[in-house]
Every structure is written in C-alpha cells, then in structure tokens.
C-alpha cells in the first residue's frame, strides 16, 4: 500500500499477491517512497536486517534508538517466523532495551516470547469499547506479555486500566492510524499522557517533539516557582528554629538552597537527555 503510485500492470499484480507468495527477488526493486513525496522516490524495501543494522547504527548509550518491530502474517502463523525473528536479532547483537515485538496475533506472540524471552512483546489491539479493551489487557496479562498496544483513544485508554496494568509490571503503548489520524494532535497526547500511558506513536515526529519539549518547559517553571516557595518556607522555619539568629538562618537556609538546587539541576539535566537532536532525514511509516 506504499507504492500504489505505480500504474504498470506488473506493479498491479504485484501488490494484489498474497506476501508469503512473493520472494525478495519480486520486490526487491520496488519504490515505497514515491507514494509519501518526491523527496523520497527511489526509497526501497529494506530487509528486517537491514532495518536492525540502522537501529544498532542509532542506539548510542542509554537507548536513544528503539523498534517496534510488528509480527505480521496470516492466521494462524507461520512456525518459522517467531525463529526467523529471533535469529535476525541474535545475529545483529540488538540489545533488549532497543527492540519490542509488536503483533495482532496473540499466539504469535506467545511463540515470540518463548524463543526470545528478552525481548518485550505488546498486544495489538484495536478494541470497540472499553468493555474489549479490558478483555485485550487481560488477555496479554494471562498470556505473560509485556503489555498491550491500543488505537490511541482516550475513552479506550483509561487512567484505571493503566493503572492496572502498571500494577501487574506491564506497558502500555498506542497507535494511531495512517496519516493524517484526528487522534495524533496535542489534545489526545496530553489526555493519553495524563492517563499514564508509557508510549505514544505519531506521524508527526516534529509536532510530537515540539509538544513534549513545551510539556518539560512548562514542568521546570512548576519546579522552579516550587522552589521559590520552599526556599521561603524554609527561610521562615529557620528563623523560628533558631530565636531569629539571622547567621544561622541564613546557614540553614543555604543548606536548603542547596538540596532543591540539586535536585532541580538532576531534573533539568535528565530532562535535557530526552530532547533529540535534529532528526535525521527518514521516513516514518
């Protein structure tokens, strides 16, 4: 469905043929950029190697690069595809933290789990009410999955099932649909955010980044206001420990200036790790 440009009759064929009976020789040379923009003509299929050799490329210490990696196929599955994945992984040394296997099919990732327990493993599910959202959140839980990953639905998506899931160490992540998707905007990151969910996928890396960066701006002026109140908290306090001895006020006070200094600064410099630097040019489906 990236390459629908294409009007030849070969490429139509092509495209309406079931994937397990094509071969890498057929699709090879096929153009999957076109269809997003011209900037992009001439993009290929890339192999899940290829794909795992670019993470490791942009995995810098502390896990600046991760995958979701989605586990597809007709039901029920392939056998050989959770023992393929699991070699393509093991042979391109992907870290655990770098990598999470995503898939609709729930025996699949079970089998997935199985040969490559290291690895985290998220449901796929694109519920109709909450009603079936909790049945896929339990479902992933019984079958010892790392979490689930719903349409991105704030109705869906609730501050209680997070909650529940949080509470059984599990993840939970969402997706939107192809661009454009009404729910990828700032109003539904910030209530899925609120809701406590651990991971937002989007179409718009620009926008996303943007809103996060505003979001971490507008937390460091909460800390910082609260840090003016508890340095004259603590002013006030010490005055009152210590007979209105302004020398040993002003010791008392330092040291408290010092301890929510720290911390502000720990915050700022953690917060500053999680801004990228400019974005490489890629595309991302």
Known sequence: RTSTKDASTAHRTLIRTPVARLRWADVKDMDVGMWYSASFAGETLPLFSDVLLELKKHDAPGGSAHLFAELKGERPHDPRLPE????????AHVPPHALTFISFSLPLLVEMKRVAPQYAALYIANPPNAEAAWRA?????????????FRADPALVTADLCEWMHARGKRVAVWV?????????AEVWEQLTA??????????????????ARAERESDARVAAGTALGVSAAFGASMLAT???WQLSEDLVDLAHSVIGTACSARAFAASGLRPPPPPQLAWY
Not at 137 to 149: E, Q
Not at 195 to 209: A, F, H, K, M, Y
Request: charged share 25%.
């Open 243 to 245: 007979n209105g001895s």
């Open 195 to 212: 809701n406590g969910v651990d991971e937002l996928t989007s179409n718009l890396p620009p926008e996303i980044w943007g809103w996060r």
């Open 137 to 149: 959140a339990k479902a992933a839980v019984s079958a010892h999955l790392d979490g689930v990953d």
């Open 84 to 91: 393929l994945a699991a070699r393509a992984v093991s042979h």
């Open 177 to 185: 649909s192809r661009a454009p998707a009404k729910e990828d905007c």
